[in-house]
């Protein structure tokens, strides 16, 4: 029978001697908290600070996120992926505002219902922000409970998950630390009871640990084998035009949602043939209003997204007319001098970089 008193003690003994200071670690504003949780969902905390510190001076309260334009949102979120992450905080923070009149809910019922809030993060927030006793359980925590307790499941079962927080929730009992019980199990995962390799003579539950005791702590956790990603194959024109490049936006919801891009299209088959890539490019840029022929291939690149793998093929176009009789010119014709300022799809980036180094060659070898 684990004593939950001895666990938490001999955790927060060791979190007050080895905890690293982070940014966020002084906070108890709730939206802070929430803005720096957002952030460090599949991304590295070393990555996470200097977007953290940046994004609060751009946005240092819920009054200035709520009223951002979803264009400079994304610019200063830009390069930390995910984009829906940014999207989502948005409009959470955008309801606190609407519904609460600015003030963070401190219940887990209110506040698990704005967008982009699931249990670990309402956790998390009212545990450090709120001090309740309210556990927040991410790949961390599920890693340290599953050696501690020897759990021969997958973590990510809903009952594994579930008996970990019922396991949490009673080292919280009666405590005044709940936040630092919060930020010491995910220090210690990060720290201490890594994916490979853990530093067991560091932990201070080693004494207590049964997966050490058996020696079987690098064989925990077991997780369910991931789906493999949908690969789709993309074919994206690049239209250019004295000095220009055509642009288009992305629909307002979905996969990289309100981003920009080069004219794509998206296809379960990867086309054969050149000619296959053009009837599928000239189809797109028709609803642009614009007639287009291919005349070469450019670069190829692959993009692993969580749930699908692009397999992009690039090729430059040029005009058969200006526009197509009786349509609207659609998109946004960029001077390369200015092809970085937007907000980039994924991989539209890494074309949009190589345009401009191609430009720069060419300007290199005139000047020859």
Same mark, same amino acid.
């Given at each position: 029978m684990m004593n939950f008193k001895e666990l938490t003690t001999q955790l927060l003994d060791w979190y007050d001697r080895n905890r690293r200071e982070l940014p966020w670690r002084t906070e108890t504003d709730p939206y802070r908290i929430w803005v720096s949780e957002v952030m460090l969902q599949q991304t590295r905390v070393e990555a996470v600070i200097p977007y953290y510190r940046r994004f609060l001076q751009r946005f240092p309260d819920m009054r200035a996120l709520a009223a951002a334009e =979803?264009?400079? @949102?994304? %610019?200063?979120?830009?390069?930390?992926?995910?984009?829906?992450?940014? !999207? *989502? &905080?948005?409009?959470?923070?955008?309801?606190?505002?609407? !519904?609460?009149?600015?003030?963070?809910?401190?219940?887990?019922?209110?506040? %698990?219902? &704005?967008?982009?809030?699931? =249990?670990?993060t309402a956790g998390a927030i009212l545990s450090i922000a709120h001090n309740k006793p309210e556990p927040a359980v991410d790949g961390n925590v599920l890693r340290v409970f599953s050696r501690l307790l020897v759990i021969r499941e997958p973590i990510d079962r809903l009952p594994v998950k579930r008996r970990i927080e019922t396991t949490v929730r009673e080292m919280m009992a009666g405590i005044s630390r709940c936040g630092d019980v919060t930020q010491a199990l995910m220090e210690l995962g990060a720290l201490v009871c890594v994916p490979r390799n853990p530093r067991c003579d560091s932990c201070p539950w080693q004494g207590h640990c049964a997966a050490r005791l058996e020696n079987a702590q690098d064989a925990l956790p077991i997780r369910k084998a991931p789906a493999l990603p949908r690969i789709v194959h993309v074919v994206t024109g690049l239209l250019l035009r004295d000095g220009q490049v055509l642009t288009v936006q992305r629909p307002p919801r979905g996969l990289l949602a309100g981003m920009w891009e080069f004219p794509s299209v998206e296809s379960s088959d990867s086309p054969g043939t050149m000619a296959d890539a053009? /009837?599928?490019?000239?189809?797109?840029?028709?609803?642009?209003? !614009?007639?287009? +022929?291919?005349?070469?291939?450019?670069?190829? &690149? +692959? *993009?692993?997204? %969580? *749930?699908?793998?692009?397999? @992009? /093929?690039?090729?430059?176009?040029?005009?058969?007319?200006? +526009?197509? =009789?009786?349509?609207?010119?659609?998109? !946004?014709? @960029? =001077?390369?001098g200015r092809i970085e300022s937007l907000n980039w799809a994924g991989p539209h980036r890494k074309i949009a970089a190589g345009l401009v180094s191609e430009m720069g060659k060419q300007i290199h070898e005139k000047g020859k």
């Open positions: =979803p264009e400079e @949102l994304l %610019s200063v979120w830009q390069g930390l992926g995910y984009y829906s992450r940014a !999207r *989502h &905080l948005q409009q959470g923070v955008q309801e606190v505002q609407a !519904r609460y009149g600015g003030r963070m809910p401190d219940s887990r019922e209110e506040i %698990s219902g &704005l967008p982009g809030i699931g =249990p670990y053009e /009837r599928l490019l000239q189809e797109r840029f028709r609803e642009l209003g !614009r007639e287009i +022929t291919v005349l070469s291939a450019g670069q190829s &690149l +692959t *993009h692993i997204f %969580s *749930h699908r793998q692009w397999q @992009l /093929r690039t090729f430059f176009c040029r005009d058969r007319a200006a +526009t197509i =009789p009786g349509s609207v010119d659609a998109g !946004r014709w @960029l =001077p390369l």
